[in-house]
């Protein structure tokens, strides 16, 4: 019954240019008029598609697709996003923290950071915003700032957070590689580096992503680099399989370091190199999520 219900109220609205439901006088505004009281006499919200960094590079957008809606729910990450047609990139409307037992640091680079603030020193950088060059997409993965980095060696050594009455310690951040002209890009000795410290002097490197041919992607990819914290200073390595432009599972957007150690004075450093003004490294959202 409800299903044919559902039908002929799809087909009232086809009629009448407006779809109404739990409502039978929908807005002549509207195309689509939703009401939170259904008929059982309880209240509903609205529920946008509910995807993972992955299962969002599959979604097929087009530039008629200007401004779908998705939930984007992967790893700490929790954003309503719309597309964005003029950048091919998806945007974020609200990023919420994750509520419960676990404390998260940020660091997103904005005028006003996010709090509580995952602060840095160091760093020969600067703010990226706007949109790069190749690709003609935001440098940044939320808000209106991301940190970028080109031709230089930066490290940004994030302040100690003491971890040690956690169990479950965890560090991700947003990466894009932008370029001036469209023969440059990240090569193979262009790196992005994850180190950890427990007293400031012995640094263990855990992930590296090294660039590729000229390799440029925004952050709208959908591969990972990930890496679990063994403290041996060999790093999980990764690369695109290929240069040029790249999208989806070739383009590493997000870099994450699982199992840090539980200790009084947790250190960690984002190395980025690279050695044009052409090659421009971009990191944004820096989370260590603790608990």
């Known amino acids: 019954m409800k299903k044919i219900a559902l039908l002929l109220l799809l087909f009232c609205g086809l009629m009448s240019a407006q779809v109404g439901i739990n409502t039978t006088n929908p807005s002549n505004a509207s195309v689509l008029h939703l009401e939170s009281l259904n008929g059982s006499g309880t209240h509903g919200g609205f ?19 200007d401004g779908m809606m998705i939930f984007l729910s992967d790893g700490t990450t929790r954003c309503v996003q719309i597309y964005r047609a003029s950048s ?7 990023c919420m923290p994750i509520v419960g037992a676990s ?10 950071p996010a709090t509580p603030t995952l602060t840095y020193t160091g760093g020969s950088g600067s703010m990226s915003s706007g949109n790069g060059i190749f690709p003609s997409a935001p440098m940044y993965s939320e808000g ?18 003491d971890s040690s009455t956690y169990s479950n ?40 992503i090294n660039g590729n041919n000229n390799a440029k992607w925004s952050f709208a990819g959908s591969a990972v680099a990930s890496g679990v914290y063994d403290g041996d200073n060999t790093p999980t390595n990764y690369a695109p399989t290929m240069g040029g432009n790249l999208t989806g599972p070739n383009a590493y957007s997000k870099v994450t370091l699982s199992n840090l150690p539980a200790v009084a ?7 980025m190199h690279n050695n044009s003004t052409n090659e421009i490294w971009v990191i944004d959202n820096v989370v260590l999520n603790l608990n």
């Open 265 to 271: 004075t947790l250190y960690i450093q984002v190395r």
């Open 169 to 208: 310690i965890d560090l991700s951040f947003d990466l894009a590689s932008f370029a001036g002209t469209s023969g440059n890009g990240a090569d193979g000795t262009d790196v992005v580096e994850v180190l950890v410290s427990t007293d400031n002097t012995t640094w263990s490197s855990e992930v590296t």
């Open 144 to 161: 209106a700032q991301g940190y970028q980095v080109s031709n230089s060696n930066s490290t940004l050594s994030f302040d100690p957070i």
């Open 47 to 65: 529920m946008p598609p509910k995807v993972t960094l992955a299962q969002r590079a599959t979604i097929p957008v087009t530039a008629a697709d």
């Open 88 to 94: 091919s990139a998806w945007v974020d409307m609200y």
């Open 103 to 112: 404390i998260i640091y940020y660091q997103d680079f904005e005028a006003t």
